[in-house]
């Protein structure tokens, strides 16, 4: 089932100099990520619902802006693609759910708003799991069909990772945005919570966050950026900040080697390939803290074991709505996984939940002091590379400490173990987005530099 | 266009006792509702959409299960309403809106799927303006259809302040369940920001909350409560605390009198009515503590005026999704003050938004701090009674304040001023609501007491 290549990412980014020159436009570009799709969309299932010729049309439109000179940003005419839980006014909106298949909100989430004004095109609805929880579509991983994309944000993961998409939306509550980005050998972007304005995304879980998955550092910062100046983050939040283009890289004196709970489950051979970029970064100056040498760094250590119990205790109540409501209408439309979700909810009480977010609080103060010691902590994106079979999404558990901390956090595809991708991550500090990114931009840089 | 005889609140807190002796059953007191309605909605316009089958039928469910000594919970059987910018599964949510008019969503939001399961009778959707936001509907005031029921929340308020209703479901987010409540005659409570939980509601603003407008203390007290604990607050708040049955009266040692902006512009008679109460309280023993006795009363009042300024800016930026959405769909269906708004919002950066998030917080530090004074603060609901006429639904200048702390906010429905309602409000500690409650209690009963 391997492909008989390995496949691709496409950059919008690093074609902007072209398009300016006239020696590309924005067209050609989606016509390149079309044939791919042509090519590879029937056996890799990453889109619910695709619109062709409206792509083609605002594609046109960029084209003709890029040629006068007068762009609407530096995403006018990407190629992106919309998780299937975020509205579109165009198309339908599925959830990844038989009780909305084919339904129509006639509105564009904020996201996708805020795209379409800086001249993005919208090519198509990606596939997600059931409501963006457990239960997984049908998308197969672009590096070897036999292997899960990862999830929830399987569609876009896949799409961007396979060359089809320069960019895709995505959301992570728990993992949603880092595992799928590793295992599709994407850039994944998870911002600081309330980064991005939700509305109009129907995950309603105070971890959600939206963010971007995209071909690399630069097609991920500028499409973020895009957005939150037209859209703004969350309600009450600040949301991303920092500059118009992406940060230049900025190699840190220091950085938080985190382990999580996933160290002792990962593979042997993915352990070693991060150390290999650790020995590389420290080579390069880089001082690695750890947990045996740092004590801030070892309290947090100590919690975050707690990170994905916590994470689905929190995220159980928080959907006791609306899958009650689901359930009442057809609990024959909810998956097995959902049901289950819906009883643990209702075997819990207000004070359960009162008391898991206020761990969560705590957790997230040892990680605020962390900040003293390193600006960004370094981890595996996922325990080894995607596993086979399309039944379950993946371990998300190095996904899932930045989604309980609220800290923005970076997949980095540096790694290849027999030539399937995986990510490095890198966890910043809170409302640090920017900082965060030049930092990944010179881990990128030392660790595909020759030894 | 006065009607005959002053409208009277429906309570059904007070008809528990003779639920349980079997004096009185639920389905005896929705028919006491309905005749209201039958009598006055025509002219009063409080709902856009009743379903009396169906209320009857959750009615006389309820009644059985009072006679066998199970009720679900204390409103099993309370007639409630709920605002049409709420979703309910088997009514329309038309958002006040030609845009929504008719739009089924299919399922209860995590208020009304809440009061369900705690028994309550849904007797329809209530008038609100569009959107929750300026432009008013149909809807007349119980004691003078030539007046405003205030609003955004107007029907609800209407249909409890004529006793239609033992309580409805509101909105906040300016003044929208305070004014309405002083208005109309009916204690009006909106809990501290995130209080309980806003899916399935259309006000996505960071300052929106959702609470309850209610015949008596104790009915929204008890209506808020069985929400709390089956649906929780906002996702990552922790929710309305306290008791189960309604807070105790307990007079407080000391109320911080609060005359924010809307002292300048009340109505001498308010004023002077307010003045009695607060001659009351003090002859009881409650000190009043004044912005002349006390620095940091007088900083938060420096402060204050602030606040409609303040909450409109953010307002703007926090509608600009999904107004442009909307008027991208067809601008000719919102209104004129809606595209106005949407104007205000694409004239503003995302600097400017983060501008007034910060002073709000700065205020909210202000009003923190005054905790250490005085646990509640008391001030006029309105400037004075509704205003005649419909086209407007009445100066917010005394609820946004609470608004845009974040408060608790109580409008207790203590004045009459030439035979019109006039309420006194209490604002308390954030997250400290049941204290509120107990606060309120004394100075309804202060209040009332013959001098």
């Not at 904020?110 to 990606?126: P, Q």
């Not at 292997?147 to 992570?172: D, E, F």
């Amino acid at each position: 089932m391997r492909s008989d290549a390995s496949p691709k990412t496409r950059s919008f980014a690093a074609s902007l100099a072209d398009f300016a020159s006239g020696a590309d436009d924005s067209r050609a570009f989606l016509e390149r990520c079309l044939a791919e799709y042509e090519a590879r969309e029937p056996d890799m299932q990453a889109f619910v619902a695709v619109d062709l010729e409206g792509a083609r049309a605002a594609a046109d439109a960029a084209a003709l802006r890029w040629k006068s000179g007068a762009p609407l940003s530096r995403i006018d005419g990407m190629p992106i693609g919309v998780k299937d839980i975020i509205e579109t006014a165009d198309m339908p909106t599925g959830m990844g759910s038989p009780l909305y298949k084919g339904w129509r909100s006639n509105r564009d989430a904020a996201t996708v708003s805020a795209l379409r004004e800086a001249g993005a095109v919208i090519v198509g609805k990606t596939v997600t799991t059931e409501f963006a929880a457990s239960a997984p579509g049908p998308t197969r991983n672009p590096y070897d069909l036999a292997r899960t994309p990862g999830g929830s944000s399987s569609g876009s993961a896949a799409a961007v990772g396979s060359g089809m998409l320069a960019a895709g939306l995505g959301t992570q509550v728990v993992g949603s945005i880092i595992r799928p980005a590793s295992y599709c050998g994407c850039w994944g972007y998870k911002p600081s919570l309330g980064g991005l304005n939700r509305g109009g995304s129907h995950d309603y879980m105070s971890q959600s966050c939206a963010g971007v998955i995209a071909a690399t550092r630069e097609d991920a910062w500028q499409a973020a950026r895009e957005i939150v100046i037209r859209a703004g983050g969350d309600p009450g939040f600040v949301g991303i900040s920092g500059p118009e283009l992406p940060p230049e890289p900025q190699r840190p004196a220091r950085l938080a080697f985190l382990e999580t709970a996933g160290w002792e489950v990962a593979a042997p051979r993915a352990k070693e390939a991060l150390q290999a970029v650790l020995a590389k970064l420290s080579a390069a100056g880089v001082e690695i803290v750890t947990r045996r040498s740092d004590a801030t760094l070892a309290a947090l250590e100590m919690a975050l074991p707690e990170a994905l119990a916590l994470t689905r205790t929190i995220n159980a109540w928080e959907s006791r709505w609306p899958l009650n409501t689901y359930a009442k209408r057809d609990a024959s439309k909810l998956s097995a996984s959902a049901r289950q979700r819906l009883r643990e909810a209702e075997a819990m009480s207000l004070d359960d939940y009162r008391a898991a977010i206020t761990r969560r609080g705590e957790i997230r103060a040892l990680h605020a002091a962390l900040a003293g010691t390193a600006r960004a902590s370094i981890a595996l994106s996922a325990p080894d590379v995607a596993p086979v079979g399309i039944g379950s999404t993946g371990d998300p558990i190095f996904a899932v400490p930045a989604s309980l901390l609220g800290a923005p956090a970076l997949s980095l595809p540096l790694l290849s173990l027999d030539a399937l991708p995986l990510g490095v991550q890198l966890i910043g500090c809170v409302d640090a987005d920017a900082e965060l990114f030049a930092i990944a931009g010179a881990v990128e840089r030392i660790s595909r530099a020759l030894a």
